[in-house]
DNA sequence: CTGAAAGCGCTTACAG
DNA sequence: CTGAAAGCGCTTACAG
């Protein structure tokens, strides 16, 4: 049941604690101790299955080896998908993470972000919710390490990774444009989420670059904590209400989903009667029938940028700030299938 | 930066840390602490807003209040919906959950395992992978809490929660030739893990009873180490060399998955050409034209058991053995369309 | 009814 | 080149 400490090996290489630990965290020549003692007490430690005690190296230290991960959801593809390659990365330095996820929901954030304080985390990866803003700012001004993920805060210079969310919906607004789909309309959620205002953004900014303009009925906005059924009601609703509908956006992926249902429940054919695309990929974008368009997030980037720009930080305490900003992917699928016509 | 102490405490409350302890343990009462010197440690304790040291506190009573969670693939839909809800689980009894993945490699699933005891996590949740045998042995050795998920080793008793696979793969060979299939098929994979090894008796087990018997041509076993590509090639190839096919049953999600690939890009139709089942549920088979048929896991009560399985070998420390088995449930598509003809 | 003291296993400033 | 000692923040057996 017990482990070794550092006594057993000092006990039996005949030498203090202190030596061991000078051995074993690699400060032996720095301190200068011989070549001789410095090899009996590694070969003492391998040979008794020496393990430190993370606890007592934690307590004495202040630092866990141990990271705050903190999703919207981390059963939604994306975030379950960055979270599998940040624990993988973070293991790489020796850290484990803590998770949870906030449902976007402030009061959960909020608790989230104690637990983690009082678990002493060295670091945080946090997709904030909307009015994290003051813990955040307490946070920073704690100095703790941290980064922003798949959003940020506009009043609050943090470090940050996430997508180019404006250039994606630009892109794919651009697209559909291109192709000659005359009546386009966006469907997004009500919350004030930074990412879903830029992405909005991004197709606004491209229709009126081509357009005259956008028609404020041509765009809807769900509520995050309606219903799965109240959702594809709404949509449904919507797509009946415009007359010569032929494209439809959706935000992100889960309201793709939506979309997809609504369109079915209505008896229309995607990429023959509507066509089709929605922020983030999944795997049922690629494999349903026609293939559905999406703007692709490059998923393993944002979680190797994340660890890096958390590494970093935690090895330098620089007071310099990371914000990195990924390309998002068009990536072409049959949802949109009519050949190019009229040019924008 | 520094937190306030039981110290901090004892000092402004003019007692001695040994009674703030006490107090802030909920020992009062047992060590006859008077109600005034309580009721003052406890609202100086909220005042100063008091976080007791986990770290100290672990190093003194060798508890961390974290427990481990080993998956075969956090990024996949039904471990990534279970570690959703473990979490969300351990929370309520006040523990935080360290994950990682296992790619279902025996290296991969020792080192997570030497690390989670090093970092002396208090319990184990463990999807195993094969050959890990030894390992789990030594854990339950070393009488550490520990419940398996998902599968089990079959000569070490331990607790553990999963799904009737057998009834679950049984139920779903004998619904395909109750709608009068005749020619059926089955894809799983060529690993030995139990679960899977269940399904297929399970499959097996309903042909048998029904028919005079499974040709071993009907049965396809895929490398789990293939890649997306040369399985789906595979499945293509098996489809093609079976004559009058008509119905086919996938062991596991990501095979279906493959398996509707496969299908798409032979030009056949799914519910018209060919009945198509898989286990597991995922987005993909309620989305999907047809509705795929799958054989669907109670995903939440699995969390909930594990969870409560594990608090009860946390709390108690018994030496009872739980293994809960829960049931499967058939969830009919579209994808099994033919109308109930021969009786089996 | 309450407190002094030891100890969990480390690290590190200090001393020689 | 090496060690004695203090201290991180708790808990708990012991004493009064």
Known sequence: MKGVSIKDI???AGV????????????????RISD??????LKLATKLKYKPNQLARGLRTGKTKTIGLIVEDIANHFFANVAKIVEEEADKFGYKVLYGSTEDNLQKAKGLL???EYRQVDGYIITPTVNLDKDIEALKHARKP???????LPHIPTNYVMVNNFQGAYDAAEYLMQLGYEKIAVVTITSEQIQ???RLDGFLAAMKAHRSGFPRKMLKKLAFTATREENIEEIKTFIKSIPNLDAIFFTTNYLGIYGIEAVKDLGLQIGEDIAFISFDDHDL???YSPGITCVSQPIGDIARSVIQVLMNELNNNTNQINQVVLPATLVKRGSCSKKAASKI
Do not use: C, H
């Not at 203090?16 to 301190?31: I, Q």
């Not at 941290?146 to 940020?152: A, G, N």
């Open 10 to 12: 000092a006990k039996q």
């Open 196 to 198: 879903m205002k830029e």
């Open 16 to 31: 203090s604690p202190t030596t061991v630990s000078f051995v074993l965290n690699g400060k032996a020549k720095e301190k």
């Open 36 to 41: 001789q003692v410095s090899k009996k007490i």
């Open 285 to 287: 974008f690629r494999l």
């Open 114 to 116: 104690e637990v983690l």
């Open 146 to 152: 941290m980064v922003l993920l798949d959003r940020y």
